[in-house]
């Protein structure tokens, strides 16, 4: 399976865009980039996901480095509410039953 | 439904009995996941369901582990004869398929403690 890199923690400012990064040097063409995250004391929940292009929605943007080994997911202004573990995973397009794994993500801390 | 139900919300036990988890599922939704989450640690990956099948069960803790899912919806989660280190939230995901297209969604969890 294709691996996903993410530094263990980040901090960030209330109010200040937060970039967080995933390495996936072994990704395949027919990937998909996925990120979740999960807030404390609930479910992960579903933020973003593309394959090729930049993806913007109302909770976010990633970005994909033009070779597909990495990408970013952006939060545009950091709330308190962000604080989180987010998860880079990667999709097979084609998945054939492969089930959805998630590694150690990276801890967001917003400070006030 | 309009999103995935997961029941009991909590769950207090004595060590040694059974335990029957349940999934609701997004109606539609073909792939079914189960994840256990140990306090403080990550989510660890049990078992998965393509309709009613589950293709591979290597990620069950113990024999003591069991999952069904009928009619290609409800999903529970047996465990049988329950041991302390059993106790986590148990937190089930539904998407519409396999495909790297689709995104998944997760339920609120079953909190279990086995006392």
């Known amino acids: 399976d294709a691996k996903t890199t993410q530094p263990n923690s980040m901090e960030s400012n209330e109010e200040e865009p937060v970039h967080l990064p995933c390495n996936h040097s072994?990704?395949?063409?027919?990937?998909?980039i996925h990120w979740y995250r999960q807030l404390p004391s609930q479910g992960p929940e579903y933020v973003i996901h593309g394959l090729t292009s930049n993806v913007n929605n109302r909770m976010a943007s990633l970005a994909i480095a033009e070779d597909r080994k990495s990408s970013t997911l952006i939060l545009h202004r950091a709330t308190l509410r962000d604080a989180a573990v987010y998860y880079c995973?990667?999709?097979?397009?084609?998945?054939?039953?492969?089930?959805?794994?998630f590694g150690k993500g990276t801890r967001l801390s917003v400070i006030a | 439904g309009a999103g995935v139900s997961q029941s009991p919300s909590n769950k207090v036990t004595e060590k040694g009995k059974d335990v029957e988890l349940r999934c609701d599922p997004i109606?539609?939704?073909?792939?079914l996941y189960w994840y256990r989450q140990s306090l403080g640690q990550g989510l660890e990956f049990l078992i998965y369901f393509q309709g009613n099948s589950a293709p591979d069960k290597s990620g069950l803790p113990s024999d003591r582990f069991s999952a069904e899912r009928t009619g290609g919806s409800v999903s529970t989660l047996t465990i049988q004869r329950t041991q302390q280190e059993d106790s986590a939230v148990y937190l089930c995901?539904?998407?519409?398929?396999?495909?790297?297209?689709?995104?998944?969604?997760f339920g609120q969890g079953t909190r279990l403690t086995v006392v």
């Open positions: 109606s539609g939704h073909t792939a």
């Open positions: 072994t990704i395949s063409g027919t990937d998909y």
């Open positions: 995901a539904s998407s519409l398929d396999f495909s790297g297209n689709t995104e998944a969604f």
């Open positions: 995973i990667l999709r097979p397009r084609f998945s054939g039953n492969t089930p959805l794994v």
